[in-house]
């Protein structure tokens, strides 16, 4: 079945550190990939998503490339804020309309110290 | 507008006992998520409907667990027997099936199985 793998289960930073967070997806056909983001005693909330290859995504000065070859959709921010501090989850769902479920990673919980 | 409505927010239950959570959607959403979230790890997908119709509940544990939506609006999701291993939160997401994968989740119901 498909799956997400992020590789990191905890990161800690400082602000105005670089970020990466990766991401690695196995999945028939074509999914699209999404980015969401959970505050503590929330629900997840989608940050951005992409569909194609090569497509980038991107919100709130984060971003991640789709790239089909690498089956890869690593998260990226040039400078982390703490208020960036959240669990981040890599999701990926079936291609167009045809499957609306979403199949989470396990997390990469990010904390950034000021 | 308003969004995920979800209760209660917190269950503590001993082995045994059961327990029913209970799921308000965005007006106008079709489609309803339940999800079930161990502490430290991604959501999991347990069943989810498209109105009042059940598309895939291949995760759910059909001997204690079942899950409604009787007017394709608001659903509930019932826990017969609680075990220990049930101890998470249960989180409700809805959305359009036009939009797919832009989930809306509630804050979720943390179950504690003593």
């Known amino acids: 079945g498909d799956s997400v793998t992020q590789t990191e289960g905890q990161v800690a930073l400082s602000e105005e550190d670089f970020l990466t967070i990766h991401c690695n997806y196995s999945?028939?056909?074509?999914?699209?990939l999404f980015w969401y983001v959970q505050y503590p005693g929330e629900g997840p909330q989608l940050l951005f998503r992409?569909?194609?290859?090569?497509e980038k995504g991107s919100s709130r000065g984060f971003e991640a490339t789709y790239d089909k070859g690498t089956t890869s959709f690593h998260l990226r921010k040039a400078s982390v804020q703490e208020s960036d501090s959240a669990v981040y989850y890599c999701?990926?769902?079936?291609?167009?309309?045809?499957?609306?479920?979403?199949?989470f990673g396990k997390g990469t919980k990010l904390s950034v110290k000021s | 507008e308003a969004g995920v409505t979800q209760s209660p927010r917190y269950a503590v239950l001993q082995e045994g006992q059961a327990v029913s959570f209970w799921c308000d959607p965005i007006s106008g959403h079709d489609t309803l998520y339940w999800y079930q979230q161990p502490r430290d790890q991604g959501p999991q997908l347990l069943v989810y409907f498209r109105d009042e119709a059940v598309i895939d509940n291949s995760q759910l544990p059909s001997d204690r667990f079942s899950a409604v939506r009787p007017k394709g609006t608001n659903s509930t999701l019932k826990i017969q027997s609680a075990k220990q291993g049930d101890t998470a939160t249960y989180l409700c997401?809805?959305?359009?099936?036009?939009?797919?994968?832009?989930?809306?989740f509630g804050e979720g119901s943390k179950l504690t199985v003593l």
């Open positions: 997401a809805s959305s359009l099936l036009r939009n797919t994968g832009q989930l809306y």
């Open positions: 999945a028939s056909g074509y999914p699209t």
């Open positions: 992409a569909s194609r290859d090569k």
């Open positions: 999701a990926l769902s079936g291609p167009g309309g045809s499957n609306a479920k979403l199949t």
